[in-house]
Structure formats: C-alpha cells, structure tokens
C-alpha cells in the first residue's frame, strides 16, 4: 500500500464554511472514518477565546492538542482499511508542535471574506484576522510546500458550483475512491458530531446535500477594516484552489 494511504487527512477550515458538509459528505464514503474538530478542546483551553459552550468543549475533551494528533496518527496505522478524514479549523493551531503535519494530508478551505465575515461576526462579534485562520492558512501551505508536500486547496464557491467536480478531483489528490453517495446525506446531526454542534450546525443539520451557491450581496461597512486584512491572504490561496468547470470567477 503506497505510503500516502497511511496518512490521515485533515481539513483546514476557516469558520462559517462548509467544512461540516464537506465532512457529513465524506462521512457517507464507507472508506472513510470522519472525526470533528478534534483540537476544539486545546484551542479553547490555550486561547482563552470565548465561544458558545466554551466550558462544556473543554470539559468533554482531551485539551492536550500534542497528544490528540498523535493518537488520530496512531489509530490511522492501526485502522489502515478505513481513511480517517479529520475536520480542522486553521484558527486551532495554536501553542502546538506542527512536526504531525509531516504525518497526515493537508487541505485548505477558504472561503471569500466578503461572504464569511458577516456570518462569522454573528457568532464572534469582535472577529480579528486570527479568527478567519486565512493568515495561518497560506502560512501553512508555504511551509508544507517548501517541504515538499503537496496541500489541496479547496475554495467553498468553487465547491458549491459544482460538487461532484470537486469533490471527485479532492478524491483523486487524496486517493480516495469517489463515490455519488458523498454528494447526498440524510437530514439530521451524525454521531460524529462535536459537542458543539447545537451552537453551529443548525443549517446543515436540515441539508440534505451541498446548498447551491447563492452570491452575497450586502457587506457591513464596519467589517471593510478587517477585510481589507483578509482580502490578501485569500487571494493567494485562491488562486491555488481547485476549480469548477467555468471557475476563476472572481
């Protein structure tokens, strides 16, 4: 079995994305094992960010985010037949040795900061760049590029544009075998689910499938600081991203 096999897949998400449906679709692949944000703990516990159920993450969690990635490393080589693909928020890489990362797939989904921000504000009024996790994002594919590695950048309007092209091409980079059944999932939490689910998912918990990409058109004029710091790094991690058939529409 090629090496690559080995390696569990994370998902480096910015906040209010997609990231919980691109997890509930891989859940459907029955080559794949999904894990929820497994350093939700450690973030919460390092950063003293104050998020909906703080204490009741914390308390439900291992908070040792060394220690949780070295398990999720041992328990992909102890389960080879089944892929681990582990959803991640970028924003959670702090005060942690990033040595695991030579151990596991790394993708990278970025969503336009125009469409982001005003959502993300709801739950985190006094958002910062840190907390869109786009900085850490592109510092992040630097170093695993420069290492040789080779990080999949997915953008959300691309992957809403055409789901079964994105998803098959993000497939085909991770060797996984694409299936339809991840384009569809029931309606309803997974027992996979964080703790924290009944703060975030209520959207997806009533999906059934990726929702059609629909443009924002309003944008708050308090947010235009913050997303004039935003705007540069996703940009160069756009431009990376796999493409829908007629993408690049920025």
């Not at 990278?108 to 760049?129: G, N």
């Not at 850490?136 to 309007?157: C, I």
């Amino acid at each position: 079995m090629n090496s690559e096999h080995l390696k569990p897949v994370c998902l480096w998400s910015g906040p209010r994305n997609v990231s919980t449906a691109l997890m509930y679709s891989f859940a459907q692949n029955p080559a794949v094992a999904v894990v929820d944000e497994p350093l939700y703990g450690h973030y919460l516990h390092v950063s003293g960010a104050d998020h909906p159920g703080r204490d009741e993450v914390i308390a439900a969690m291992n908070c040792d985010g060394n220690a949780v990635m070295r398990e999720l490393i041992e328990r992909q080589k102890a389960e080879p037949a089944r892929r681990l693909f582990i959803k991640q928020m970028a924003h959670h890489l702090v005060d942690i040795d990033l040595g695991f990362l030579s151990d596991t797939r790394n993708i990278f989904l970025v969503r336009d900061p125009r469409e982001m921000l005003p959502s993300l504000t709801i739950q985190v009024p006094h958002a910062q760049l840190a907390d869109t996790g786009l900085k850490q994002q592109w510092e992040l594919t630097e170093m695993l590029e420069k290492a040789g590695e080779s990080p999949v950048v997915l953008d959300s309007r691309e992957l809403l544009l055409s789901p079964p092209t994105i998803i098959r091409q993000l497939c085909d980079a991770l060797d996984i075998e694409y299936s339809d059944s991840m384009l569809g999932w029931p309606a309803g939490p997974i027992p996979e689910d964080g703790v924290w689910a009944p703060h975030w998912y209520h959207a997806v918990h009533k999906s059934t499938g990726f929702a059609p990409y629909v443009p924002k058109t309003d944008f708050p004029p308090a947010l235009e600081p913050l997303l004039l710091e935003c705007q540069p790094w996703y940009d160069k991690l756009y431009e990376r991203a796999l493409k829908a058939p007629g993408g690049d529409s920025q």
